[in-house]
């Protein structure tokens, strides 16, 4: 009796109330908040020290107003002119959107073609490396006298702005994969296409998108370049003018509304990685690190 108490007592199943049942729980909303709590208050924390200082600077008055506007004076700006700035806002955004996406498409095709061809990437390679070099503010104006004042030519520095990083990170990517890996795949029988989207892909994507996070910002900073040269709307044409009539609380109005526009691209960047790649190895948050 106590052997077969024994048996029946080890081939009993685990409660539903166990630690077994507790363990497999999937984290609810909270434990997500909590994640997002630790990974961005010490940015905020930067950034509400700089505008602290900022406050502390001008109250002080240790710059002259015409240098440094307060950061009180500067909201009042943007509040008084929200509708001005708003308009200006989507011209750039409009500009940024749409050379990103462009950039995106003619970069990952680039980098997929130069991969599975030696030839052309021997060829092309260089060539892409002496455009990056060449600085974006030189060409613009000739984009300016080839296609007009309209949004074209700025669409067209935010392409090349982001196109560079889209390429080389996209390129390696698809080189990071094991050889082995691929003469597996041919030995069971797939092609190159299946290939490419079972296994090329899929371990090139972290890769890819370290390259859209920068590219995101690069595309802003282009489509505020091309508005420099030659616009009579956007962001780049209001710090431009704003610069031209000292106007220092509208320039840095200017300057905040564009550096938060790159933040929320890279913002969007990060939630479409965090969503298409949980299983990379910087999405297990629960590993043990020895950071602060």
């Known amino acids: 009796m106590a052997a077969q108490s024994t048996i029946e007592h080890r081939e009993r199943p685990a409660s539903p109330s166990g630690p077994t049942s507790t363990a497999r729980r999937p984290a609810g909303a909270g434990t997500a908040v909590a994640r997002f709590v630790r990974k961005t208050w010490r940015p905020a924390a930067v950034l509400v020290a700089i505008f602290v200082v900022w406050w502390a600077v001008t109250a002080a008055n240790l710059v002259k107003p015409y240098l440094v506007p307060s950061p009180g004076r500067t909201l009042d700006v943007v509040l008084a002119q929200s509708g001005y700035f708003a308009h200006h806002t989507w011209i750039t955004s409009y500009e940024t959107v749409l050379g990103f996406a462009i950039a ?50 700025k669409i067209v520095v935010a392409v090349l702005m982001a196109f560079f990083p889209i390429v080389i990170s996209t390129v390696t990517g698809l080189k990071s994969i094991d050889p082995e890996m691929l003469q597996l795949s041919a030995t069971m029988g797939a092609g190159p296409a299946q290939t490419f989207r079972k296994i090329r892909f899929p371990a090139a994507l972290p890769h890819l998108f370290a390259g859209l996070k920068v590219a995101a910002t690069m595309a802003v900073t282009g489509a505020v370049v ?3 040269v030659g616009a009579n709307e956007g962001l780049g044409y209001v710090i431009l003018q704003a610069n031209g009539n000292l106007d220092t609380p509208m320039l840095f109005a200017g300057l905040l509304i564009m550096s938060l526009l790159g933040v929320v691209l890279f913002v969007v960047v990060e939630l479409l990685e965090y969503f298409v790649l949980p299983w990379h190895a910087s999405r297990r948050t629960d590993a043990v690190t020895t950071s602060l």
Not at 126 to 138: D, M, T
């Open 104 to 153: 995106i498409a003619v970069g990952v095709l680039s980098a997929v073609v130069m991969v599975y061809s030696p030839t052309i990437e021997k060829s092309l390679y260089p060539l892409l490396l002496f455009a990056q070099v060449i600085p974006k503010i030189a060409i613009a104006p000739l984009f300016i006298v080839w296609l007009g004042f309209g949004l074209t030519p």
């Open 226 to 228: 091309g508005e420099f």
